[in-house]
């Protein structure tokens, strides 16, 4: 396909690029990077753009800078090419297009030759006499039905667009997504190395059994089967060398002489027809010796009587003669008796046998058993023989249907030709079987039949003495065309193996991409000649078929699979041409192929099984990730609208609860998200199960900064790939940061799906920042209470640990006030991940004066235990105190901050300064050896503030001005205020409300020092925030949670979303 379209405009040059995957899927609208111009020449380019635009088009002006005229695009589509793009040499001369073939030549013909193979010829009349005239019908059928039903799947997937070269595999690959097609695309290249080592041993077999028997060189095979083997494995290594040679060298003789062997194929075919009806009536070239009912090898026919020296010095070595042949007479009996004879009736049922067993007529233990353990030129059965066994070994002579579709990028229309050439070759190969099945049965001898490699007269083949006018024809046939097919497989093999590999799917084969300086994926080869030796060093036809058979079973079973899923999702891109399909077939198809796969061999299964999993989960972890638009990806979304649209609306069952996370990122100026261990946090609690989106807001109009939400919601997804968070990340742009969190929190979700828990990092420097930090802060926690979800607030998230760290000690959980269970909930979903494992779960609960403490122990002990979470419990007993003059000082000294800052009316840079001021007086005037100040890590200014020695605070002078620098109205507020600091007792009282709120806290805040100050975790309880809308409750609010945490250096506050999120009850 050309890879451009070209947009013509003032310059030639202006071109858009398009992706070849994107063009074929309908992706045609790309990215513009215009180089940077001053505004003159922008000036210039878009009148000189505009003189070139058609008059009528002045409308669509705009529109054709980014997207291509429609008469660019239909023309690029029409000259879209789908075929794999070979490797080119930059010095060689362009060459000529290549010539379009129809159906006859493109694709019936290639599927006739690749589905004709060597079994027809060496093992048909071996199958038909051990299976019977029924059950080798049955056969023959049964293969012949997997591969059309799977050739109508193909049809349909093929037809459903543009199909590129590559056959199955991309086939399945662009249905089923990359890690199917992947696996499929394996095993299917692992059949066809396989095929070739099974065509390259068969060759040989006919070479050395019944061409030139005397080329053994292990002695005679005719008395010994492993001789037979080992020449297989010694001629045939040779012969893949010299195959590969040719492949190497010469593609085109191999073109060119795939002519020769389908001209082969044909005639030997037409010449066992035309000799099945010349010997209709049976001839005389064939006689077999039989004693009894057991058939003779190696047994002349003029020594073929009882009485023959030559036959008593084999059964009477000394002088006493074999029981079975002094019971029975020795007879010669014709092999071809024709059709008119009625043979046929005598190859109707089975004759299935054990390895060891004797060829005889009938099932009869006496005829059959070998009871001495000696052969006495008796023919044995080699394998133990089954109906499932015959099947695999049969198999691989109607593989090949995927020739046509190999083929599609030298079709002229593929869409017509693929499904008509390759039905029509199935149906015309599965008519030649099945008659054969029936003309053989009519023709041989039962025990000729039964004879796999014609030992019983003289190492002949049997179809090759049926065929007309001699055997020679069928002999050089057979050889000629089975070499053939051995040189397709090794040179279609390394081309998928390059498709494959050039896909970036698998990414230990990117070696294999690369091509030779004449394009022949030559290392590709090299691996296909390694693993086609492992497959000759087996030696057996009998081993090698139902071998390969796996991996085509698997791969037509997951075209069936993809035809299937694509039906039934009924995807709008889902609209083949060919309608002559059905769900229900493809179904029936893939079964056929499970249930073969399993009845021929269930190790040999397993094995492509395991090989398919293997690679599938190998990609899943490995591979990269591609987007095809695949079935698989439908199918997840089918599956998520069937599982949402069931879920209720309603919040779920309390023992189907599970934290729903919705982590609200704040984002420095550089666009990274402030707090990194917020992720890793998230990923600590996914051992709910549930689901996870990272949102951040970001202030200003989104039209005009789309790019800085793009760029914002790549690093989002970054950090979450990094901190291994498993969700969804999005960005928000809002004019207000506070109404975005509030949008984000009331939309986020879909249905049953929608967060129910929300994180969000404490604002450490809300008092330099001033109200703005907290009001957003305050509004959020009660967005997220009026949404019934619940809240959680890490602080001093900076000191948590990370998530492939594990720490020990204790998880202290400060239970307050009942919010739900949810501080029962979150400590045990934290033990279960690692990082927190080791850890030891404490409850502590605060007793009133009135409650009874040991009874409250025991109470939530139970509790514990019927919830089976196991932690120590322990009851703190708070008796009545006095408000001490430290709580008057400390909430003396916040309302007197707030009314300063409503006072002074200061722009931001001020009030800054003042507000700074105010805090270090206050710290100053509070500062205890066991509190611990929180400072937000990440701002500079803060770090450099909290370095400063206690000589900056200290040289506050109680009688003069904090700051030089500062208003005089400041020093005269700063002067009350130190009046105040000197006695608390003046004049001026604190407000009741606030009074009992900080002895609260500062009572709270003294006991959970002392007993979790060395805790990893302190887990409590959130305060609600103030119900009034107003600047001091909030600050003051604020200041409240900032003295229960003081001291403590990693502390989660939760806040229960108003319902029972964990239950006793199974």
């Not at 960005?731 to 049953?752: F, R, Y």
Request: net charge neutral.
């Amino acid at each position: 396909m050309p890879d451009r379209f070209q947009v013509t405009k003032a310059d030639e040059d202006t071109a858009l690029d398009y992706n070849q995957d994107e063009s074929a899927s309908g992706k045609l609208l790309g990215d513009i990077h215009d180089e940077t111009l001053d505004s003159g020449d922008i000036h210039r380019a878009e009148e000189n753009q505009k003189s070139n635009i058609d008059p009528n088009l002045y409308l669509y002006d705009d529109d054709l800078e980014t997207r291509p005229h429609i008469s660019t695009f239909i023309s690029s589509i029409a000259n879209y090419e789908n075929t794999i793009p070979a490797a080119t040499d930059p010095d060689a001369k362009p060459a000529a297009p290549s010539a379009r073939m129809g159906t006859l030549i493109g694709v019936f013909l290639p599927c006739i030759q690749n589905i004709f193979g060597v079994i027809l010829f060496i093992r048909l009349t071996w199958v038909v006499g051990t299976a019977g005239a029924v059950c080798g019908f049955l056969i023959v059928l049964t293969c012949c039905c997997v591969t059309m039903l799977t050739a109508i799947s193909m049809s349909a997937i093929a037809t459903n667009g543009v199909v590129p070269a590559g056959g199955s595999y991309f086939m399945i690959s662009r249905s089923l997504g990359p890690e199917f097609g992947g696996a499929v695309g394996m095993l299917f290249y692992t059949g066809t190395t396989l095929a070739a080592a099974m065509y390259i041993v068969g060759a040989v077999e006919i070479v050395l059994t019944y061409m030139a028997p005397w080329a053994s060189i292990f002695g005679d095979f005719t008395k010994d089967v492993d001789a037979m083997y080992n020449n297989f494995r010694v001629y045939g290594t040779l012969l893949l060398i010299f195959m590969g040679l040719i492949v190497f060298l010469g593609v085109k003789f191999v073109n060119k002489f795939a002519t020769v062997a389908l001209a082969c194929v044909i005639l030997s075919i037409i010449a066992v027809y035309v000799g099945i009806f010349d010997n209709i009536h049976g001839n005389e070239k064939l006689y077999m010796c039989v004693l009894g009912k057991r058939l003779l090898k190696d047994i002349p026919l003029d020594n073929c009587t009882k009485e023959d020296p030559f036959m008593r010095d084999i059964y009477c070595p000394d002088g006493k003669c074999e029981e079975y042949f002094l019971a029975n007479n020795v007879t010669k009996v014709k092999g071809i008796k024709g059709l008119a004879s009625g043979v046929f009736y005598d190859n109707i049922f089975p004759s299935f046998l054990d390895k060891g067993q004797f060829i005889a007529y009938g099932k009869n233990a006496i005829d059959i058993e070998n009871t001495d353990g000696q052969s006495y030129n008796q023919i044995m059965a080699d394998i133990t023989t089954s109906f499932t066994l015959l099947i695999g070994i049969f198999f691989p002579s109607v593989t090949g249907i995927m020739a046509g579709s190999n083929r599609s990028g030298d079709l002229a229309d593929a869409q017509k030709s693929i499904p008509i050439g390759t039905i029509c070759a199935i149906l015309t190969t599965s008519t030649v079987y099945l008659s054969s099945v029936m003309f053989f049965a009519g023709t041989v001898d039962n025990l000729l039949l039964r004879d796999k490699f014609g030992q019983s007269i003289g190492g002949k083949l049997v179809v090759a003495n049926i065929a007309w006018p001699n055997q020679w024809v069928i002999l050089i046939g057979s050889f000629l065309s089975t070499l053939g097919a051995g040189l397709q497989s090794l040179t279609g093999a390394p081309r998928l193996l390059q498709a494959i590999a050039r896909d970036e799917i698998i990414p230990f084969l990117a070696p294999f991409a690369k091509s030779s300086k004449r394009g022949e994926p030559t290392r590709a080869l090299l691996l296909t000649i390694v693993i086609c030796q492992c497959g000759i060093l087996l030696g057996n036809v009998d081993l090698l078929a139902p071998l390969l058979s796996m991996f085509f079973l698997m791969c037509y079973g997951f075209v069936n699979l993809a035809c299937a899923v694509q039906t039934l999702l009924r995807t709008p891109n889902w609209r083949p041409r060919f309608k002559f399909y059905h769900w229900s077939l493809s179904l029936i198809g893939l079964t056929l192929c499970i249930s073969v796969m399993i009845m021929t061999s269930w190790y040999f299964a397993l094995i492509a099984m395991g090989m398919a999993i293997i690679i599938y989960k190998y990609i899943e972890y490995r591979g990269a990730e591609k987007e095809w638009g695949d079935g698989i990806r439908g199918m997840a979304l089918t599956a998520a609208r069937y599982s949402l649209l069931r879920l209720e609306e309603g919040p779920p069952h309390t023992k189907n609860w599970r934290p729903q996370i919705l982590v609200l990122s704040k984002l420095n100026d550089n666009l990274l998200p402030k707090y990194r261990k917020i992720f890793s946090f998230a990923t600590q609690l996914k051992a709910g199960k549930g689901l996870t989106i990272c949102v951040s807001v970001i202030k200003g109009d989104h039209t005009k900064i789309t790019n800085k939400a793009v760029d914002a919601k790549s690093t989002l997804r970054k950090y979450m790939t990094d901190e291994k968070v498993k969700g969804f990340c999005d960005v928000l742009v809002s004019q207000q940061i506070g109404e975005g969190l509030s949008s984000v929190i009331q939309t986020i979700g879909l249905g049953g799906m929608k967060p129910n828990t929300v994180i969000i990092g404490w604002p450490y420097s809300w008092r330099q920042e001033g109200r703005n930090s907290w009001k957003t802060f305050i509004q959020t926690v009660r967005t997220v209470s009026a949404c019934h979800m619940a809240l959680m607030v890490p602080k001093g998230i900076n000191f948590y640990p990370e998530s492939n760290h594990k720490i020990g000690g204790n998880i202290d959980i400060w239970w307050i006030v009942h919010d739900g269970g949810l501080l029962m909930l979150l400590p045990f979903l934290l033990k279960q991940h690692r990082t927190w494992r080791n850890c030891k779960l404490r409850i502590f609960t605060v007793a009133q004066i009135e409650d009874n403490s040991i009874q409250m122990k025991k109470d939530l002990k139970t509790f514990l235990y019927h919830l089976r979470i196991e932690a120590d419990v322990e009851v703190v007993e708070m008796n009545n105190s006095d408000i001490s003059a430290y709580t008057y000082e400390r909430t003396l000294m916040m309302e007197q901050r707030n009314q300063m800052l409503r006072a002074l009316g200061l722009n931001k840079k001020e009030n800054s300064k003042v507000v700074q001021t105010i805090v270090d007086h206050h710290y100053d005037a509070t500062k205890t050896a066991s509190k611990v100040r929180f400072a937000d890590p990440t701002i500079e200014e803060i770090q450099h503030h909290d370095s400063q020695n206690d000589e900056k605070r200290n040289s506050i002078d109680l009688d003069g001005p904090e700051n030089a620098d500062a208003p005089e109205t400041t020093s005269s507020k700063d002067e009350s205020t130190e009046k105040a600091d000197g006695d608390f007792k003046s004049s001026v009282k604190p407000d009741e409300f606030n009074v009992r709120r900080m002895h609260t806290a500062i009572k709270l805040n003294e006991v959970i020092v002392e007993k979790s100050q060395d805790a990893q975790l302190v887990i409590m309880n959130l305060p609600g925030p103030p119900r009034e809308v107003r600047a001091e409750r909030e600050s003051n609010y604020m200041e409240f949670l900032e003295v229960l945490t003081e001291g403590l250096e990693k502390v989660l506050m939760v806040r229960g979303g108003g319902r029972e999120v964990i239950t006793i009850y199974s």
